[in-house]
């Protein structure tokens, strides 16, 4: 804030997951898991808040969630699903409660996207379920209605979208982009 | 005759039509520059029945008068003489409305078809039933009249009929020297190419004199509708997690909107090479991890050592 002014768009991306199966989550995965996806996150966003209700001038949050947070059934796990519902939760009660302050919060949900934390999950996959890593890829593209999975850049058109003047009216919302997997 | 897909334009008597005596073909209709209004659904440049609530109404304007709206009728000018007629063909009016400065008139030509020749070929409907429905007299060319009707040559606003609707169809009109794409309706980011000229976005309601807290360079356009401020205003923005993936390509595309970006991540070296290919103003801030003793770590001494909870926050990088 001392160097740039001001502060118009958060963008809350950072996050952590690993393959794990329901009875393989520990403490300390959960704790991680949390600590980053879903504290980090509304600390980031509380702090965001403040400097663009201090600066008068509104802002854009936006959330980078998942369909788990939706339920959707190929999560790499239950944890990781549960803070990106939290995220979802959190981005409608943050909408209602800034919107006063003319910040608009939404939240993206990406379905399988082609990321390194896509290639670690499918990697981990392997290593847990046996197989090859291009059939692991095969299964995950194959369940996408539109076949095939998100590149990065899908999510940052819409990542744009959220923060430009033609959203102006949209907050409070949880946008899927995956393809068709999950409808919500 | 039922008004369908395309609108009539009868001349009268004071507009000499141009294509008297020429083929029912496609012809140029130019008018000298005189202001008047027309309605898309008549389509007629002055005397004659007015629709009582046409769909489009189209102006000749200057700069950022109003160019279509659904609530006054059509006007016709009184002054004599020919009228300088609008067109309902969209893309042209468009183009050459965003394209002139706003002190210029516009000036429209636009193909015509007589279509109403094929019309007039029709049986009556209204003849006697005992001698059943008969030809009507064809105007045109060939039938020596006067009275030509014609009609654009491809409209592309279908007229529907039934009850008029009361959403607002005003439309936001592109100033000349306005952003493009997606900044088109006030984008926050500085599109490619204008570093300046952007328009701001949401906050609060504005001050008396149209600014917002913290924006500087308002100026009203004086549209009817308003939604017109622009101001000299680049979004400055905050995405963590850049160093790889989704967080790579959203700081880019920020970037290349014109938004500085100030990029967070762990991973310094993958965080300073994404910032340094978006190059300045945009930079980069390394996110820490340190444990945080959380309430339930503190009561529990034994779980000190092993709370692998990371507390975020930022540090310049």
């Given amino acids: ?184 | 005759m039922a008004w369908a897909t395309f609108s009539d334009v009868t001349l009268s008597h004071t507009m000499v039509p141009m294509s008297v005596g020429r083929p029912p073909a496609p012809c140029t209709t130019g008018y000298p520059l005189m202001h008047c209004t027309t309605g898309s659904k008549a389509g007629r440049c002055e005397y004659g029945p007015s629709e009582p609530n046409p769909l489009i109404e189209h102006m000749i304007s200057s700069g950022f008068a109003r160019r279509s709206s659904s609530q006054p009728t059509p006007r016709r000018s009184s002054a004599p003489g020919r009228k300088f007629c609008t067109t309902t063909s969209a893309s042209a009016t468009s183009r050459l409305s965003s394209a002139l400065p706003s002190s210029c008139l516009r000036f429209s030509v636009i193909e015509r078809l007589l279509r109403l020749i094929e019309l007039n070929g029709a049986l009556t409907p209204w003849a006697e039933p005992a001698n059943g429905p008969e030809a009507r007299m064809r105007s045109g060319w060939w039938a020596c009249s006067t009275m030509i009707t014609s009609a654009p040559w491809s409209a592309r606003i279908e007229v529907p009929n039934g009850p008029d609707t009361t959403a607002d169809r005003s439309m936001i009109r592109t100033p000349c020297n306005g952003p493009v794409g997606l900044s088109i309706c006030c984008s926050p980011f500085r599109p490619p190419g204008r570093r300046h000229t952007v328009a701001g976005y949401g906050g609060g309601p504005p001050s008396p004199d149209g600014r917002r807290p913290g924006q500087v360079g308002v100026r009203a356009n004086g549209t009817a509708r308003g939604n017109g401020r622009w101001v000299s205003w680049t979004a400055r923005s905050l995405v963590t997690g850049i160093g790889a993936g989704m967080g790579t390509a959203i700081a880019q595309a920020y970037a290349a909107a014109g938004a500085t970006v100030v990029g967070v991540d762990v991973d310094e070296a993958a965080g300073r090479r994404v910032m340094d290919g978006i190059g300045a103003p945009s930079s980069f801030l390394r996110a820490t991890c340190r444990p945080w003793p959380s309430a339930r770590a503190w009561s529990r001494p034994s779980w000190r050592a092993t709370v692998a909870s990371t507390w975020w926050s930022t540090t310049p990088g």
């Fill in chain 1, 1 to 184: 804030m001392a160097s740039h002014g001001r502060l118009d768009v958060v963008v809350n991306n950072a996050g952590v997951t690993k393959s794990l199966g329901f009875f393989d989550v520990g403490e300390a995965d959960w704790d991680r898991i949390y600590s980053v996806n879903a504290k980090g996150l509304f600390f980031v966003m509380q702090a965001a808040a403040k400097a663009m209700r201090d600066g008068g001038g509104g802002g854009r949050i936006v959330n980078i969630a998942s369909i788990a947070g939706k339920g959707y059934r190929g999560t790499s796990n239950v944890a990781y699903a549960g803070t990106k519902g939290a995220v979802i939760a959190m981005t409608r009660i943050a909408a209602s409660q800034l919107a006063r302050f003319g910040i608009n919060v939404n939240a993206i949900c990406p379905g399988v996207t082609r990321t390194a934390l896509f290639d670690q999950v499918i990697d981990e996959l392997v290593e847990r379920l046996g197989g090859t890593r291009d059939e692991a890829e095969a299964r995950a593209v194959r369940s996408i209605p539109l076949r095939r999975a998100n590149e990065p850049a899908d999510i940052a058109a819409l990542a744009v979208y959220l923060a430009s003047e033609p959203a102006r009216n949209v907050t409070g919302q949880s946008w899927n982009v995956d393809g068709g997997l999950h409808w919500d």
